[in-house]
């Protein structure tokens, strides 16, 4: 039996499904992420390159501050290594669905993958949950379902926020508003003892520890999840 191409495959259509349900907070994220970095003094055109090469909201906006300060290139890149440490242990979770593709779909897959799509891929392969009826099992077509639906979620107000950021005016306070989107998509996300705590203890430090220069406290407030994470999942297996 022929294949069927990835966007005629029943769990390609249904990993879109899942992602337009948390589209609208990543589209808030997304514009937030585009006036921001033009607000804060990055010309436009390097603006632009930096959303369509970097795709990544959370690191773009961490070293936006260290950017326009001038802060050392290794201080840019430790702090953006940090923030996205995470795909790190994203792949490792992908690796046993993926690891018998060709390395180009799976150098691909790495650039496109994102957070939500890892959390909805896992609930949706990693649960048992069932196979479409009409086709047999297959996880890339709904990776690439979820993760364009994403890509396309994120850029497209991304590229409206850089185009319109002069004109935004400050009291709609879309970064708070941003913000609150990504604390509920988070909240619906998390669904265990361990990940709620990881959760718990990333938010307290990252509070408490603010003031810190070079938005160090976002690099302790990973390492306290991460601590607090592995600490719980090895109490769970003993």
Not at 25 to 38: F, K, P, S
Not at 128 to 133: D, E, L, T, V, Y
Not at 221 to 227: D, M, N, P, S, T
């Amino acid at each position: 039996m022929k294949p069927l191409p990835y966007w005629q495959h029943p769990d390609f259509r249904r990993g879109v499904r899942d992602m337009l349900a948390t589209a609208p907070g990543q589209a808030a994220w997304g514009l937030v992420t585009g006036v921001a970095m033009v607000d804060s003094g990055l010309p436009v055109p390097l603006a632009l390159l930096m959303s369509l090469t970097v795709y990544a909201g959370s690191a773009q906006l961490a070293v936006l501050p260290l950017l326009v300060s001038g802060a050392a290139p290794w201080v840019i890149w430790l702090t953006a290594l940090c923030v996205n440490l995470r795909f790190v242990v994203f792949s490792a979770s992908w690796r046993p669905f993926f690891r018998h593709y060709p390395l180009g779909q799976r150098a691909l897959a790495g650039y496109m993958a994102g957070d939500i799509g890892f959390v909805l891929f896992m609930r949706h392969f990693a649960s048992g949950q069932p196979a479409a009826a009409d086709a047999p099992r297959d996880s890339l077509p709904y990776f690439w379902g979820s993760s364009w639906t994403g890509y396309l979620a994120w850029h497209i107000p991304s590229l409206i926020g850089i185009a319109l950021a002069g004109s935004v005016p400050t009291t709609w306070n879309l970064g708070f508003a941003g913000t609150l989107a990504l604390v509920a998509l988070a909240c619906s996300l998390v669904g265990s003892p361990a990940t709620w705590l990881a959760a718990a203890a990333a938010g307290t430090v990252s509070v408490l520890a603010v003031s810190l220069p070079y938005k160090l406290n976002i690099v302790l407030a990973i390492a306290a999840a991460v601590a607090v994470g592995v600490t719980m999942e090895k109490r769970r297996g003993e």
